[in-house]
Every structure is written in structure tokens, then in C-alpha cells.
């Protein structure tokens, strides 16, 4: 159950904060969201070591499915909510986020 979390995580939204920090935002506040991406980052992991322990031993294995929903669960939220930026510049992403574009376009 590990190692298939862990291969699912890495596979999937494990880069996800670098990759949002820098392609929906411009040089002035790339630097600032990165910084919130890896603070943020941190302190999931951090959140995450605490409560495994606790989770594994009152649910054995099960604990995993928790942390299966939430990634589930973000992302379903990540593929909703985040425009694709594939084939655009930045000033073009930079102009959907600035006109409310937040979702599928």
C-alpha cells in the first residue's frame, strides 16, 4: 500500500506546487508564490508525519485510504479549477487569471 501511494503521489500532484508557481504567475510574484508553495508544502508534510502514526494504529492499512481521498479528492479540485496552459504565454494565462478564468478552458 505504501509503495502504490507512493508511486501515485509521485506521479501525480507531487510537482504540482512548482509547476502552478511557475507557469500561472509573473517574475513580480513568482518569487512569492514559490515561497507559499514550499511553505505550504513543509507543513503538510509536516501535518502528515504527526498524524500517520496516530492513523496507522488505530487503522492499520486503512489509513492509506484516507490519504487516497485526499489526494483523490485534490486532484479532482486540480484538474477543475486550473486552466491549461499548454500552448499559451504567460501573459495569456496571466490574462485569464485576471479575468476570473479560473477552471476548464
Not at 37 to 45: I, N, Q, V, Y
Not at 93 to 100: H, M
Given at each position: 500500500?505504501?509503495?502504490l501511494f507512493l508511486l501515485a503521489f509521485s506521479a501525480t500532484h507531487a510537482?504540482?506546487?512548482w509547476v502552478v508557481s511557475s507557469e500561472l504567475f509573473d517574475m513580480r510574484h513568482k518569487a512569492a508564490a514559490s515561497?507559499?508553495?514550499?511553505?505550504?508544502?513543509?507543513?503538510?508534510?509536516?501535518l502528515i508525519n504527526a498524524a500517520f502514526?496516530?492513523?496507522n494504529a488505530a487503522l492499520g492499512g486503512w489509513a492509506f485510504v484516507g490519504y487516497a481521498a485526499?489526494?483523490?479528492?485534490a486532484g479532482a479540485v486540480?484538474?477543475?479549477r486550473l486552466p491549461e496552459t499548454k500552448g499559451r504565454s504567460l501573459g495569456e494565462?496571466?490574462?485569464?487569471?485576471?479575468?476570473?478564468g479560473w477552471g476548464r478552458v
Open positions: 500500500a505504501l509503495s510537482g504540482l506546487f515561497a507559499l508553495a514550499t511553505a505550504t508544502l513543509f507543513a503538510a508534510g509536516a502514526p496516530l492513523l485526499v489526494a483523490a479528492a486540480c484538474h477543475a494565462v496571466s490574462a485569464l487569471l485576471a479575468g476570473g
